[in-house]
């Protein structure tokens, strides 16, 4: 299965990080999105995405926000999250899991890191 990931992140650098360790790791296929409502825009418009890596705090809809959105629209609601974020505190970890993201990774990552955690998603480790 080919992967189509969705990097949603307000800050255009954290962007480019992001990307740029989805190479190092061997993904080629991206979108982007700075927020959540552009994120739910892309996904409405693009069934080829099948991954969404996203941020937590986003001006307009936050990646909690977002990932609420996603699970209770009948058409995402399978898609994998992973959350990048810098709220590495336990009882926000706690409510993105509530929220049912896939998994978290606390800022900041390395490729390693990422990689890890996108296998353990996709159940390819």
């Keep these: 299965m080919s992967i189509k990931l ?3 992140d ?3 650098t954290m962007r480019r990080i992001v990307l740029n360790s989805l190479k190092n790791i061997g993904y080629e296929s ?3 999105a700075q927020d ?10 693009d069934p080829s995405i099948n991954f969404l890596i996203t941020d937590w705090n ?5 990646g909690l926000e977002l990932t609420r959105a996603i699970r209770a629209h009948e058409n995402f609601s399978k898609i994998p999250i992973l959350m ?9 970890i706690i409510e ?3 929220a049912k993201v896939n998994n978290y990774v606390v800022k900041p990552f390395n490729p390693q890191t990422l990689k890890e955690k ?8």
């Design 96 to 98: 993105a899991l509530q």
């Design 58 to 62: 986003m001006p307009v809809m936050s």
């Design 30 to 32: 991206f979108v982007e």
């Design 36 to 45: 959540g409502k552009e994120a739910l825009a892309k996904l409405a418009t």
């Design 10 to 12: 307000d800050s255009v």
């Design 118 to 125: 996108i296998d353990q998603i996709l159940g390819t480790k």
């Design 84 to 92: 990048v974020t810098t709220r590495g505190v336990k009882e926000d």
């Design 6 to 8: 969705l990097v949603c």
